[in-house]
């Protein structure tokens, strides 16, 4: 089996139980510079609620993750990382 490498991709090898194993690693890279590091950076709220039938507010404390390309500095949110990582297992599952 012949495997396409680029940056995104990493093979690495190792032993287990005297055989050698050998595992293919994709990376979730930023669509905007192909880079593969990021940081994590917070954002805190509070989200407010109308109820009906009342002057009351209700509300929610949110803390919500983003994911900031060290590079490009372009933001990507949890979900929209897992959606990508979805798509490489996919694809990854297909071709093989
Ligand atoms: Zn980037």
């Excluded at 090898?13 to 669509?31: H, L, P, S």
């Excluded at 510079?33 to 954002?43: E, G, H, M, T």
Aim: hydrophobic share 30%; proline share 1%.
């Amino acid at each position: 089996m012949t495997i396409p490498l680029s940056d995104s991709h990493l093979i690495v090898c190792f032993v287990k139980e005297g055989r050698t194993m050998e595992y293919i690693q994709d990376y979730f890279c930023c669509d905007n510079c192909s880079n593969r590091d990021f940081k994590l950076i917070y954002n805190f709220s509070i989200r407010f609620y109308g109820v009906n039938f009342s002057d009351d507010l209700i509300y929610d404390r949110l803390t919500d993750e983003i994911f900031q390309c060290t590079k490009c500095l372009k933001t990507f949110t949890k979900s929209a990382i897992d959606e990508n990582l979805t798509e490489l297992k996919k694809t990854r599952i297909s071709r093989s």
